[in-house]
């Protein structure tokens, strides 16, 4: 009789962090994102990785061009869920607008972040600006 155990691990990657204040900042925390879903115990779907870089890209932009041009990405991982976290230091909040159809204005991004989430919320910072926070499924 064998008496190997065999057990399923649910492990989960340490919350990964990224500042950036660059054009160059965008696409290491694309990169990172896409690192972290590598890293996931189940392995999500090639959907779920594109999402988090998705949004993971669209958040960055917008704290880089709507911010003072940093920010701070955080990432963390639930049983049900993937938590993307973009700080920046701008007191504005993220608003759903009419997309500009001539491409040079923009107003897509939000909406698209709300689409693609679970749930989203965007929080004052003690320290001046805000948190953007976006859950997707897992």
Do not use: Y
């Not at 925390?29 to 669209?58: I, M, N």
């Not at 958040?59 to 940093?70: E, F, I, K, S, Y």
């Not at 500009?100 to 001046?128: E, H, I, K, Q, Y």
Request: with cysteine; hydrophobic share 40%; aromatic share 4%.
């Amino acid at each position: 009789m064998n008496s190997t155990k065999i057990t399923v691990s649910q492990a989960t990657p340490v919350a990964t962090t990224v500042r950036g204040d660059s054009a160059a900042s965008i696409s290491r925390a694309r990169q990172v994102a896409q690192a972290f879903t590598g890293r996931l115990v189940p392995a999500p779907c090639p959907d779920v990785a594109d999402t988090l870089v998705l949004v993971v890209s669209e958040l960055v932009t917008n704290a880089l061009r709507h911010g003072d041009g940093t920010f701070t990405l955080r990432l963390n991982t639930h049983p049900d869920a993937i938590e993307v976290a973009v700080d920046d230091t701008s007191p504005r909040w993220p608003r759903m607008r009419t997309p500009d159809l001539t491409g040079s204005g923009g107003g897509f991004g939000w909406p698209m972040v709300n689409r693609l989430a679970r749930t989203t919320a965007v929080t004052r910072r003690a320290a001046g600006g805000k948190t953007v926070t976006a859950f997707l499924p897992r």
